[in-house]
């Protein structure tokens, strides 16, 4: 397969977003008294939820990022049934902490360095540019991709066909002439597809008919770059 262009998702396929909050979310606990009597489980679990169901929301339009940043801590303390006008301090310590945790996923700096020496890379993230921007510093992914897409600079979020019309034309070659690595079914796995590219889906999970929807899956970035004989 003549692959003229791999764009990579950053959050849960190269970097290990998922760990970083829950460690994130566990100094937050340590930290403010107020937490004495929650478990650092039951906070991560009550934020996961809060903060899935703000990102749908902002996916829809219906919350703006100030609102989200508000909204997932202060409502995450309401269900706690602690402060909740406490959800500033809180929310910005977690972003501190949060940074402090940013690793690569097992195997993922070793293959993506082997893919863009032999491919054009770029990357393509939903999440917020400020956050992401520091990612891209941290991981010096500014000096390896030729194109960084940012949803909130596009002004809409995977799997919305506009990101992928951007970051398509950026590219310039044909949609189908483009290979997406992501983690998510419905932002990469179905964005990705429905606009023509190629997908390899990354993850663990999945029943068979999602699998079917995708061009590879993949558990081991080893499996990757085989595929892609790097
Ligand atoms: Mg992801």
């Known amino acids: 397969m003549a ?6 998702d950053l959050d849960d396929t190269l970097l290990d977003h998922k760990s970083a909050e829950a460690a994130g979310l566990q100094d937050v606990q340590r930290h403010f008294s107020l937490f004495n009597d929650t478990k650092p489980q039951e906070l991560i679990d009550v934020y996961h939820e809060v903060n899935s169901r703000q990102w749908s929301l902002y996916s829809q ?22 402060d909740e006008s406490r959800y500033e301090e809180i929310g910005n310590y977690y972003m501190q902490c949060y940074r402090n945790h940013w690793q690569w996923i097992d195997g993922a700096k070793e293959a993506y360095e082997k893919l863009y020496a032999s491919f054009p890379v770029g990357i393509l993230t939903n999440g917020f540019a400020e956050t992401q921007r520091k990612k891209f ?20 979020l995977k799997p919305d066909p506009k990101v992928f019309r951007h970051a398509t ?61 790097v």
């Not at 510093?137 to 809409?156: C, N, P, Q, T, W």
């Not at 950026?170 to 597809?193: C, K, N, R």
């Not at 190629?198 to 699998?211: D, I, P, R, S, Y």
């Open 137 to 156: 510093e941290k991981f010096d992914l500014y000096d390896s991709a030729r194109h960084v897409v940012i949803s909130e600079e596009v002004g809409a």
């Open 61 to 82: 339009g219906e919350v703006g990022r100030e609102q989200l940043q508000r909204n997932r801590f202060e409502q995450t303390l309401a269900k706690l049934g602690l």
């Open 169 to 229: 034309n950026l590219a310039e070659v044909e949609p189908d002439e483009i290979l997406y690595v992501g983690d998510s079914f419905s932002s990469d796995v179905q964005g990705g597809t429905s606009f023509g590219w190629k997908v390899a889906w990354f993850t663990g999970n999945g029943n068979l008919e999602q699998h079917k929807q995708a061009d590879f899956v993949f558990h081991q970035f080893k499996d990757l770059t085989d595929l892609l004989e």
């Open 3 to 8: 692959y003229k262009f791999i764009y990579f």
